[in-house]
C-alpha cells in the first residue's frame, strides 16, 4: 500500500504478487483476499484489464463464501466494487458502472474510520465519475456518488494528513460538477501543491492534469509536462482512466 500511495506501481504489484504467492502456498484465504484486492487496484493503474479480469473472477469465488466477506474487512469489499467499475468504464459498460460506483459509496457511507489502505479509491473515483460526466451520465446520478467520495475523504484526512491533497481533488471536481470552476481550480491547484510538498508525486501530476485540461490554467503546457516528468521518474505510463478524460 505504501508503495501504491507513492506511485510506485510496478513496485507495489511484486510485492502484491509475492504476498498472493505466499497466501496460496501457506492456505490463507484471508491473505488471498489483500492481495488480490491490492493487484486488482494495480492492474487499474496500468491498464491491465484481461488480467483484471480474471483477478475479478477470483476475487467474486472468494467474496461468493460469506465469511471471507466478514474476516476480509469492508475495505476489501469497497476495493471489489471498485475494481468492478473501472472493468466497467474501460468496456464502455456505463450503467453497470454507476452501479457499482454506488456500491461504493454505498461503503464510503458506512465506513466511520476509514483504513490507510482506502487512500486511492478517493482519486479513482473522481477519475471514474468525471469519464462519465464526458460520457454525458446524468449529473443527478453522479452528485451523489461524489458527495459520498468527498465525505469519505474528510474522514480519510482527518485521520492520515496525506490524504488532504486526495480530499482537496475530490472537492475541486465537485465544485466543478455544480458548475463551480473558479473553486475548482483552487481546489485542484491546492491539491497539486499539497501532494508536491509531501512528496506524493502521484497525486501532484493527477492534480495538475486536472488543472491544465478543466481550469483553462495560464501554465496548461507547463503543468502537462510536470504530469509527464512524474509519470516517466515513476516508470509509469498514463493510467488509462486519466487518458479517458483526454479524449
Avoid at 457499482?100 to 478517493?122: H, T
Avoid at 459520498?148 to 496525506?162: C, E, F, H, P, T
Avoid at 475530490?170 to 499539497?194: F, I, K, S, V, Y
Avoid at 492534469?209 to 507547463?222: C, N
Wanted: aromatic fraction near 6%; proline fraction near 2%; charge should be neutral.
Amino acid at each position: 500500500n505504501a508503495l501504491r500511495v507513492e506511485g510506485r506501481i510496478a513496485d507495489s504489484q511484486a510485492v502484491d504478487f509475492r504476498l498472493l504467492e505466499v497466501a496460496l502456498d501457506r492456505g490463507n484465504v484471508i491473505g488471498q483476499v489483500w492481495s488480490r484486492t491490492a493487484i486488482a487496484k494495480n492492474h487499474v493503474y496500468l491498464g491491465e484489464w484481461e488480467a483484471l479480469d480474471q483477478c475479478l473472477e477470483r476475487l467474486d469465488v472468494l467474496f461468493a463464501n460469506p465469511a471471507n466477506v466478514t474476516e476480509g474487512s469492508t475495505d476489501n469489499v469497497m476495493t471489489l466494487h471498485l475494481a468492478h467499475a473501472a472493468a466497467h468504464v474501460q468496456a464502455g459498460r456505463d450503467a453497470a458502472a454507476l452501479t457499482s460506483l454506488a456500491e461504493v459509496a454505498r461503503l464510503f457511507d458506512s465506513m466511520a474510520s476509514p483504513g490507510i489502505y482506502g487512500m486511492e479509491p478517493v482519486m479513482m473515483m473522481c477519475d471514474m465519475i468525471e469519464v462519465l460526466r464526458l460520457r454525458r451520465a446524468d449529473a443527478t446520478a453522479l452528485s451523489p456518488i461524489l458527495r459520498s467520495v468527498v465525505a469519505y475523504g474528510s474522514r480519510l484526512a482527518k485521520q492520515y494528513s496525506g490524504a488532504n491533497a486526495k480530499l482537496a481533488y475530490a472537492r475541486g471536481d465537485q465544485a466543478a460538477l455544480g458548475g463551480n470552476m473558479r473553486r475548482a481550480a483552487r481546489l485542484w491547484e491546492a491539491a497539486r501543491r499539497d501532494a508536491a510538498e509531501r512528496g506524493l508525486y502521484l497525486d501532484e501530476a493527477q492534480a495538475a492534469l486536472r488543472l491544465a485540461h478543466r481550469a483553462g490554467h495560464s501554465e496548461a503546457t507547463g503543468l502537462q509536462l510536470r504530469a509527464s516528468a512524474i509519470l516517466r521518474d515513476l516508470d509509469l505510463a498514463k493510467p488509462p482512466l486519466w487518458a479517458a478524460q483526454e479524449a
